[in-house]
C-alpha cells in the first residue's frame, strides 16, 4: 500500500521523503512482536534518517536507543522508518520480501517511488491513497 495523505512539497522535495512502516490487523496482532522487531532490524541495516515507534517515540527526534526500542515494542506496535532515497528503500523492500514476516508493510512517498521499489523487489502495490 502507498500512502500520500496530506504532503506536501514540490515532487524535487519529496524525491527524499520515503516513510516505510508496520500495520498490524487486529486478528494479526497476537504474536507479532517478533515480526516487527525483525522489520526494524532490517530496516535498521539500510541507515534510516529516522526510526522509531508511535508509542515509543523515535531514534533522531525523542533519543531513543534502537536496542531498547526494539526490545520494548509489543504486540501489534506500530514502527516506521524513514529513508531519504529509493535506492536505499528498495534495499529494505527486498529484505522485507524476502523475510516474508507476514504483516503488512506501508510506504509513504511519492508513488512513482513507492512503484519502482516494488516492481524491482518482485512485488505489485495492491492499493494507494491520495489526498
Known sequence: MTNTLHRKGSVEELKGDYVIFTSIAKDYKPG????????LRICNKYGPVNIGSSKLGS??????DFNDLVIKL???ST?????????TLQ???SDLVE???GISINISGLLEGAHECCGKSGIQRHSLEQS
Do not use: Y
Open 32 to 39: 507479532s512482536a517478533p515480526k516487527i522487531h525483525e522489520f
Open 99 to 101: 523475510a516474508d514476516l
Open 91 to 93: 534495499k529494505v523492500v
Open 79 to 87: 514502527s516506521a522508518a524513514v529513508f531519504t532515497d529509493v535506492d
Open 74 to 76: 509489543k504486540d501489534g
Open 59 to 64: 531514534v533522531l527526534q525523542d533519543d531513543v
